[in-house]
């Protein structure tokens, strides 16, 4: 199990002046220091966040290595093609949304075949391709067949889920999970997982990657990164006992 941390809101927090604090560059550091295996961050379209700056300095910083989420948007796979992080992972993106809202859409031909056009251009520039989509055994399907090296099965419902519907999200996760690691692709999960509604999904055996954003900032805020990340950390670790990673 790895734990990755996006650190998009350290930049959030910068931009509501415009301002150059906090760095995301120096959080990274200090997630590392609290045991993040790789380090995330979404270059959004709008630039609303994370800014082309933040990912060149991070690649060169960095120890562990960038995931770097993209949409399928010619400007920004430019850019991922060019800087090569470690890792890509395609995200469907709206202008308006808060936050990523929903999993890539592969339902239509067409955006299926941008998405497979992608996954090309990125493999071929020595990138570890990841897919961001909802535990839809279609979809799931679909992407081992356009050739991701994995997906991220969206955790958003199930964060977003009261009490009494959160074992039904639990258990789409586990069949996603189980079905991905069938076809032969690396499983990975995210958006909306805290410290308090993580553990079942870090438990789920499938699953080799966490990535975690919003809720670790959050902690930073009063903990510091580094005690926010190691706290985490140990969440997830915890969950894993019996798991066997
Ligand atoms: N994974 C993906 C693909 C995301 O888009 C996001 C949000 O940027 C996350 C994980 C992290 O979500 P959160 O900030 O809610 O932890």
Redesign the pocket.
């Known amino acids: 199990m790895r734990l990755y941390i996006?650190i998009?809101h350290v930049a959030t927090v910068r931009e509501a002046r415009r301002t150059d604090e906090p760095d995301p560059v120096r959080a990274a550091v200090l997630a590392e220091l609290g045991g993040a295996q790789a380090i995330?961050v979404?270059l959004r379209e709008d630039r609303r966040h994370i800014r082309d700056r933040d990912v060149l300095l991070l690649l060169e910083t960095v120890r562990t290595g960038v995931n770097l989420?993209l949409a399928v948007e010619e400007e920004v796979l430019k850019f991922a093609v060019e800087n090569r992080p470690m890792q890509a992972?395609l995200?469907p993106e709206r202008r308006e949304e808060v936050?990523?809202e929903g999993g890539l859409e592969l339902s239509d031909s067409g955006r299926r075949q941008l998405v497979a056009a992608s996954l090309t251009r990125l493999r071929d520039a020595g990138i570890r391709t990841s897919l961001?989509i909802d535990p839809v055994e279609e979809t799931i399907r679909m992407s081992a067949e356009l050739g991701a090296d994995a997906v991220?099965l969206h955790t958003g419902e199930y964060a977003n889920a009261t009490l009494a519907g959160r074992e039904a999200q639990l258990e789409r996760l586990r069949r996603g999970a189980s079905l991905g690691h069938e076809v032969g692709l690396a499983v990975h999960a995210?958006?909306?997982?805290t410290y308090e509604n993580v553990t079942p999904v870090a438990a789920i055996a499938e699953i080799e990657e966490l990535?975690?954003?919003?809720?670790v900032v959050s902690r930073a805020v009063f903990v510091g990164m580094e005690r926010a990340v190691r706290e985490m950390l140990h969440i997830v670790m915890e969950a894993r006992r019996g798991v066997g990673s």
């Open positions: 996006n998009d995330t979404h989420e992972t995200v936050t990523t961001f991220e995210g958006h909306g997982l990535n975690i954003g919003h809720s």
